[in-house]
Nanobody, 124 residues
């Protein structure tokens, strides 16, 4: 069973940056497709970014395109989310997710493994 553990969340002012990390254990990391999702209070979990197994293809929600960058280090079993120019509307709990199967990256239901989440709060 794959375990995912996020870190790096915190409180930051608008315009600031944070880097989230998600460390994986118990699976074959290089075979996993990985995504970041977020969920604000009272809202549904939404797609943020995803990356394929090699790291050669990345996918982003329109709301974060140009500000966030997803990357992975298969040697360290870790996926990252660099978040720049943060806005108050980025405030949410951020979750790392992983799956082995192919298909859409955009829907939470397609991911088998989830982390516990890390809180990001952006003040105005």
């Amino acid at each position: 069973q794959v375990q995912l553990v996020e870190s790096g969340g915190g409180l930051v002012q608008a315009g600031g940056s944070l880097r989230l990390s998600c460390a994986a254990s118990g699976g074959t990391f290089s075979s996993m497709r990985l995504g970041w999702f977020r969920q604000a209070p009272g809202k549904e979990r939404e797609f943020v970014a995803a990356i394929n197994r090699s790291g050669g293809s990345t996918y982003y929600a329109d709301s974060v395109k140009g500000r966030f960058t997803i990357s992975r280090d298969n040697a360290k079993n870790t996926v990252y989310l660099q978040m720049n120019n943060l806005k108050p509307e980025d405030t949410a709990a951020y979750y790392c997710a992983g799956k082995y199967v192919s298909g859409s990256y955009y829907y939470p239901s397609t991911y088998a493994s989830w982390g516990q989440g890390t809180q990001v709060t952006v003040s105005s």
